[in-house]
């Protein structure tokens, strides 16, 4: 989708903003913008992106809703940042394609990474970096000593290749704590103010369906939580060790027991306490507000899912906890494909786009928790509040959370495919199609074929 230019300043966009924080440092009263105001990178990137004057045309390639732009789900941002970066860089126009979710956009960036044909700045998830690794001299080099340091370790880390070439600027990052219905779990006669519910989950997986058993009791037969696969990954994402073995790269995942034993509890507790929609769905989407499951583990992010798709629905709280301690669900790039036609000007916006400033009001957009060190200390994100969420008090929430995420298991070229193998073998069991033994069988064969 194609912008046009608006006459009005983004700083004072009208309409109810999701989250109730006030991001006072980043525009003036009358409208004028600064570099202070937003973002350490916005006076070079201006400088760079304008040149000469000559027009300039970037695409930008996301995926989910990244809170970049009021296009995504035809969202009521409070800031629109793709507007933000051409009226600051007024020779500049900027197409903005987004897919639905992070499958989508692996297959288009793999099928045209080579042959070209990529948007000239590309967001890359998490979970199939390590693959793109492979590939990392078509990708522009966006090492630059204004970045270093901007970062969490981590994230820096991750898109950094052999030889120390940074081909992504960090966007998001995930720590998980658990949405609930409060509504629901008063129905089935379990505490539902948001400390009660954190006390009545702390503990390990064991502990979370053995609430879940109490739920679909308590409830008559409903569904406690979203969907098997959603689950699945936070499980898995706190195994040391899941499907790579970290020294060689081999696939380790069929003789690892701890991968089999979470795959076999999680399909004794989803017989009963799964809604069995599979994520992004239909079915699932409208569970968000027709009141099909009562909890789902909640990345930042997903806050913002929640809401733009149950806008009617009041009863949705967070509670500051996560089973077996915590986790992280996400975190992504934006790369620069090194044969586009403006890698110059598209590394001004990815950089710009990437700014802590520019995260702290992606956060209030979209609940997307930032990974740039400096955002922390913004008030912005420490002193938010979603009204949304019965006025849950976001920032503290996942700063807490944050510090209680554990390293994901070692992700390596394969993790993507494996993870997807063994996803499709739980929504056969969500589905109907197999039992849980036959489905794992079919997932078997399938991950012996990878590699």
């Given at each position: 989708?194609?912008?046009?230019r ?37 006076a ?39 507007e ?9 126009t ?19 990474l ?24 078509l ?181 500051n ?15 620069v ?23 702290a ?91």
């Amino acid at each position: 989708m194609s912008f046009t230019r608006r006459k009005k300043m983004l700083g004072a966009v009208a309409g109810t903003a999701i989250f109730a924080l006030t991001l006072a440092a980043c525009s003036s009263d009358d409208g004028d913008t600064t570099d202070e105001a937003t973002g350490g990178a916005t006076a070079e990137a201006t400088d760079e992106a304008e040149g000469s004057g000559d027009p300039v045309s970037l695409t930008l390639a996301t995926f989910n809703t990244p809170g970049f732009s009021n296009s995504e789900n035809d969202a009521d941002y409070q800031y629109d940042l793709i507007e933000e970066y051409m009226e600051l860089n007024p020779n500049v126009t900027i197409t903005y394609d987004r897919k639905a979710e992070s499958g989508d956009a692996r297959e288009n960036f793999f099928t045209k990474l080579g042959p070209g044909g990529l948007a000239d700045v590309e967001m890359v998830e998490v979970d199939w970096m390590p693959e793109v690794m492979q590939y990392s001299d078509l990708l522009a080099d966006l090492s630059d000593p204004e970045v270093e340091g901007r970062w969490v370790d981590y994230v820096e880390a991750g898109a950094t290749d052999a030889d120390g070439r940074l081909i992504g600027y960090g966007t998001d990052t995930g720590p998980q704590g658990v949405c609930y219905r409060a509504d629901l779990f008063e129905a089935a006669g379990l505490p539902s103010s948001p400390d009660e519910v954190a006390t009545l989950l702390d503990g390990d997986w064991d502990n979370f369906f053995a609430v879940g058993d109490d739920y679909v009791d308590g409830s008559g037969g409903s569904a406690f939580f979203d969907s098997a696969s959603g689950i699945w990954q936070g499980m898995t994402n706190q195994l040391d060790v899941a499907y790579e073995d970290p020294e060689s790269g081999e696939l380790i995942v069929l003789d690892n027991e701890a991968v089999k034993a979470n795959y076999d509890q999680l399909m004794a507790a989803s017989e009963t306490q799964s809604s069995h929609f599979g994520q992004w769905t239909e079915d699932w989407f409208a569970g968000l507000s027709n009141g099909a499951y009562a909890t789902m583990l909640c990345p930042p992010w997903m806050l913002g899912v929640i809401e733009g798709n149950a806008t009617d629905t009041t009863d949705w709280n967070l509670a500051n906890v996560y089973p077996n301690g915590g986790g992280n669900w996400g975190g992504s790039w934006l790369t620069v494909p090194a044969n586009g036609e403006n890698v110059e000007a598209a590394t001004a916006f990815a950089n710009w786009l990437t700014a802590p400033e520019q995260q702290a009001k992606a956060f209030a957009n979209a609940g997307t928790y930032p990974s740039q060190v400096a955002a922390y200390d913004d008030p912005a994100v420490t002193g938010a509040v979603n009204a949304y969420f019965n006025d849950a008090p976001i920032g503290e929430i996942f700063a807490e959370r944050a510090q209680a995420v554990v390293p994901s298991p070692y992700k390596g070229e394969y993790y993507f495919q494996v993870n997807d193998a063994i996803n499709n073998a739980l929504t056969r069991v969500e589905d109907g199609t197999d039992d849980p033994a036959a489905s794992w069988d079919k997932a078997v064969a399938d991950i012996e074929s990878i590699g």
